[in-house]
């Protein structure tokens, strides 16, 4: 796997990479010495490939958001390599597509490079 990500960053191509979720669960110890997981029903962590959280550029976390009565998608920034600025930032609705991600990383981006 590791080869990949490194034949992508010695290109001048991008590599999106999506991992399955799950959830995380939180352990304690009852009163009977029994160990009990829980889950709290919103917390979930990759499945799988850890790391690649470290390998990528950009690391993305997709979700969805109710306005109203209807879902709206969001993309939140877990951290950014080449526009550090914009860890933390909520891409949502409209605004949530590559071609915007793209627009903020790049400062000569075109949005004729999209294939």
């Known amino acids: 796997m590791r080869n990949i990500f490194e034949a992508v960053n010695e290109s001048d191509k991008n590599l999106v990479v999506i991992s399955e979720m799950k959830k995380q669960y939180s352990s304690f110890i009852n009163d009977n010495g029994k160990e009990i997981s829980t889950w709290d029903g919103k917390t979930y962590v ?27 998608f969001t993309a939140t920034v877990i951290n950014h390599g080449l526009e550090p600025s914009l860890t933390g930032y909520v891409y949502a609705g409209e605004e949530c597509n590559f071609t915007t ?15």
Do not use: C, H, P
């Open 46 to 72: 990759m499945a799988g490939w850890g790391s690649v959280g470290y390998k990528v550029q950009v690391n993305l976390l997709a979700g969805f958001q109710m306005k109203g009565k209807k879902a709206e």
């Open 101 to 115: 991600l793209a627009r903020d990383t790049f400062d000569d981006w075109d949005d004729r490079n999209i294939i």
